[in-house]
């Protein structure tokens, strides 16, 4: 049975050499007819109770299978993984470096590292992606399996969903990018499913080129908190969004000695830890600031969803939603600190540096409890003024008794010490504090002289009819 695998891969192979592209109305260059060089590590749990062959017997079925399923765009290799690395890959994937696999791996255009174990319900098998070129790992995906038959297909589908497809950005406008996929004009097995599908997310990035104008592998550098989602796609090229939690345009303009490209981030089931710190040489974690995403419901309409509140050490845990891209805006009260893009589970933790708003909130809290007592003061001289006025119409003596009350109610003494405290907060403040706060101040301030220069009794008054003009008069 292995052979007759081993001469249709071969003859598979063959034909795929002699492919042509897939949309000849397209200009095609070599990037769209280079197909992937992908070494696959498989790791299998050493001493447990899955077969001994396990890992030969998938070294040998998996390129095979590969062949078939995805065509000529995959040059998949396998190998057992080395010994002292197998328990790393099997029990810890997530903390392995590109530094502790083989280096006769790390040659090609992706690494996939594929580790299965025993668990309870049978098999788990994860896979995880290392692109060579920009040097990023990719999220880790995870099978399960109850049945040791079921484990060459599981695994198969675990390497599709852990393969991340490379783009050269082509252009950029408006807040959209044009993806040009490698590999994107080879011939591919008829049912395989498409390179890029809607919804399919990339992680922008830079990547140096040499004077033959060759991209310099291990420089890469990612554009972060910037990640593109596809809209649509064809063969060979696909329309991205751009989301980025940075101000103007994240991705540069082109430049002939850095090419721009984007590498594919799978969906992970794991969730990521966002920390908020204080921006500085000393950062510090915030605390008590709430972290919101932001999604479309089954209508259409926009959604909004608390997923809580930073803890003492900062943290506030984003899941998995129903795209691979989150985004996630941090609150503090009513005002929106930050909005940026995250998918779950690709980074364990990722830190987001904040301006230290604790002198900021401090002086807007004293600001709104005089603002509060402002208000309240002005209510209540309405109140007991409209109260006066209809016991005065009713001809009950109560309205005599209430009189003095509102006389009472002149002092703006307490917001005023507020204010004046708010004011001397703000003088010692930094630029932007001051630049926020000072126009509320302001008006604040200024509601408080009209409400001191007011008279509480001049409530009672009546208003005077409107004196008609000479020419009405003189109307007979």
Known sequence: ??????????????????????????????????????????????GGSLPRSLAADLVADLPA?????????????????????????????????????????????????????????????????????????NSIVTRDVAQPEQIPGAAMRALLAAFAPL?????????????????????????????????????????????????????????????LTATTSGDALATCRIDSGLAGEPIPAYHPRRARLAVGVSPAASATRLKLVTSGASPMPLEGYEVVASAADSSGAASVQSLGISDLEGVVSVPPGSTTVRIV???QGTQTLARLPIVPGLAAQVQLALPDDRQRLAIDNVLMEAEDALIDLAARRQALAARIKLAKKSGDAGAERLT????????VQEPAALLDQAEQAIKGADARTQALLQPKLAALQKLAQDL?????????????????????????
Not at 464 to 472: C, G, H, I, M, R
């Open 404 to 411: 003095p009350k509102l006389r009472a109610l002149a002092s």
């Open 452 to 476: 001191a220069g007011q008279s509480p009794s001049a409530l009672l008054d009546e208003p005077k009819p409107a004196q008609a003009s000479p020419a009405e008069a003189k109307k007979p």
């Open 1 to 46: 049975m292995i052979r007759c695998v081993l001469i249709l891969e071969l003859l598979l192979a063959a034909l795929s050499l002699v492919a042509q592209p897939v949309n000849s109305a397209e200009p095609v260059t070599s990037w769209e007819l280079s197909p992937y060089r992908i070494h696959l590590l498989i790791a299998v749990e050493p």
């Open 167 to 227: 783009a050269r950005i082509d252009a950029v406008e408006n807040g959209t990018a044009t993806l040009r996929l490698k590999g994107g004009a080879i011939v591919r097995a008829r049912h395989a499913v498409p390179l890029v599908t809607s919804g399919a997310a990339f992680r922008p990035v830079l990547v140096p080129l040499d004077a033959q104008g060759k991209l310099q592998a291990g420089s890469a550098q990612p554009i972060d908190w910037t990640y």
């Open 65 to 137: 299978r590969a062949t078939t399923v995805v065509g000529g765009s995959w040059r998949l290799e396998a190998a057992e993984a080395p010994l002292e690395l197998r328990h790393a890959l099997v029990t810890a994937l997530a903390d392995v470096t590109a530094a502790r696999l083989p280096a006769e791996f790390v040659k090609g255009d992706k690494v996939i590292v594929l580790a299965l174990s025993s668990s309870e319900s049978g098999v788990r098998i994860q896979a995880r992606e290392l692109d060579v070129i920009t040097g990023l790992w």
């Open 329 to 331: 805006q941090v609150r």
